[in-house]
């Protein structure tokens, strides 16, 4: 008899969760980007907060919490109820920050988060001044052998994805540079525009301005495909340089232990939206190309990206400032 009283109260819990779930979302669910307004994860989540309404029928607001290379606000969303009321929208920095700071995060990029799915990728071009006469990575190879730490790179700042990026390229080429790093973006832009600078890594939406009008060239694209934007612009890949893509993925995480039901509505209401034509449009404008997956994917995704920019962060012996 206790027995099945206790079968009784099981279901009857399971049932509430249930009717819980299906009744999500009551109340506004919030979006944290931990970066500040204008940069293009803001961007993805002001699309999402602007079209998610339309269906989840609750208001859908962003919080920027800029801090600690986007630590802080990932913190909060790791130690937020796993409600379905509280979700992080990030980039790929988010798992090489477990590698730059080792030790020193309070919460674990890979397990204390539940994955909701991808929203985008967005690429990364090498380039140069147009008075370098580079103009291929064999010829940047063989003149940063030829001068072993004498060219140097540019950065917004140690750790940063343009850093890792480069540390990437010199791995896998066995060639130095002296990296020079900014605090941002503009400066070391400047710095490249007036050829102070050999090399760095960029954002598509960042130096395609520059390359149409003649003030920087492009060596080679750090996507898996050629981009749209420059169609005659070989990959690093095609290059001769395997694994050597740097394109940067932006997702959407839930904190861990948000209820599966939950966690795969989210991800096909994101996905919809993802598929429309004013979202390609709107990614288009900042370098971005849409891309959807399942959580289960996009977790996948996660645990390889962490390994490789660990590999790479173990073997350079790069830290976060």
Do not use: C
């Not at 009717?19 to 506004?28: G, K, L, T, V």
């Not at 969303?77 to 509280?86: K, L």
């Not at 503009?186 to 003030?215: C, E, I, N, W």
């Amino acid at each position: 008899m206790f027995k099945f009283a206790r079968m009784l109260a099981a279901g009857a819990l399971a049932l509430a969760a249930t009717a819980s779930h299906a009744a999500w979302p009551e109340r506004p669910v919030t979006l944290v980007v931990p970066f500040t307004p204008g940069t293009g994860i803001d961007l993805i989540a002001r699309l999402l907060a602007a079209s998610l309404p339309q269906t989840l029928g609750q208001p859908v607001v962003v919080e920027n919490l800029a801090g600690a290379s986007g630590n802080i606000g990932s913190e909060k969303v790791a130690r937020a109820a796993p409600d379905g009321y509280t979700f992080l929208v990030t980039v790929n920095t988010f798992v090489m920050n477990s590698s730059l700071y080792k030790g020193k995060l309070r919460f674990d990029p890979q397990h204390d988060f539940a994955p909701v799915g991808l929203t985008s990728w967005g690429s990364l071009l090498l380039v140069t001044h147009p008075s370098n006469p580079a103009s291929t990575v064999q010829d940047v190879v063989r003149a940063a052998r030829a001068a072993p730490g004498k060219l140097s790179y540019g950065t917004p700042g140690v750790g940063t994805p343009h850093h890792l990026s480069m540390a990437l390229f010199l791995d896998r080429t066995g060639t130095t540079m002296l990296h020079v790093p900014y605090k941002g973006t503009s400066g070391a832009v400047t710095d490249m525009l007036g050829g102070r600078l050999d090399y760095m890594f960029l954002p598509v939406h960042v130096a395609l301005p520059q390359v149409k009008a003649g003030k920087l060239k492009v060596i080679a694209t750090g996507s898996p495909k050629r981009l749209p934007q420059l169609p005659n612009t070989p990959t690093l890949t095609e290059a001769g340089l395997q694994g050597a893509d740097v394109d940067m993925w932006y997702g959407v995480l839930a904190p861990k232990g948000t209820p599966a039901a939950i966690v795969d509505r989210m991800n096909q209401q994101i996905n919809a939206i993802l598929k429309t034509p004013a979202t390609a449009s709107a990614f288009d404008a900042q370098g971005m190309v849409p891309a959807t997956s399942t959580p289960a994917e996009f977790g996948a995704l996660i645990a390889k990206d962490a390994k490789r920019w660990d590999d790479i962060v173990t073997r350079t012996g790069i830290t976060a400032e």
